[in-house]
């Protein structure tokens, strides 16, 4: 399984910026997928996911508002905006998709790295101030 994401780069403090995750062997309406960030020293975060249905989202509190998780099962892209960027979002950001709505209800969200099964090689953001 391959999950490529892109977008990432500087921007400055309240700038926006659009990363993308294209899983090419993936069916992603088959999947829950989510964001994860991971700042120096500190441990890896979900920032965005969504139920396998769609019906329930998570958002970090400290992205709410600001971030928009997407996704486009035709394209096979997973999107995460992110508008009125901070410094403290700085962090190389991974998409992920999971398989645990074999287990559990499809309105569930994992939100804990461990939940996920396949993952990205990760995108650098940096957010000057």
């Known amino acids: 399984v391959q999950m490529v994401e892109s977008g990432g780069g500087l921007a400055q403090t309240g700038g926006s910026l659009r990363l993308s995750c294209t899983a090419s062997d993936l069916n992603l309406d088959d999947y829950t997928m989510g964001w994860f960030r991971q700042a120096p020293g500190k441990d890896r975060e979900a920032v965005a996911c969504f139920s396998l249905d769609g019906t329930n989202t998570y958002y970090a509190d400290s992205v709410k508002g600001r971030f928009t998780i997407s996704r486009d099962n035709d394209k096979k892209t997973l999107y995460l905006q992110m508008n009125f960027l901070k410094p403290e979002d700085t962090a190389t950001y991974y998409c992920?998709?999971?398989?645990?709505?074999?287990?559990?209800?499809?309105?569930?969200?994992?939100?804990?790295?461990?939940?996920?099964?396949?993952w990205g090689q990760g995108t650098q953001v940096t957010v000057s101030s």
């Open positions: 992920a998709a999971s398989e645990i709505n074999d287990y559990v209800g499809d309105d569930y969200v994992p939100t804990q790295s461990v939940e996920y099964n396949y």
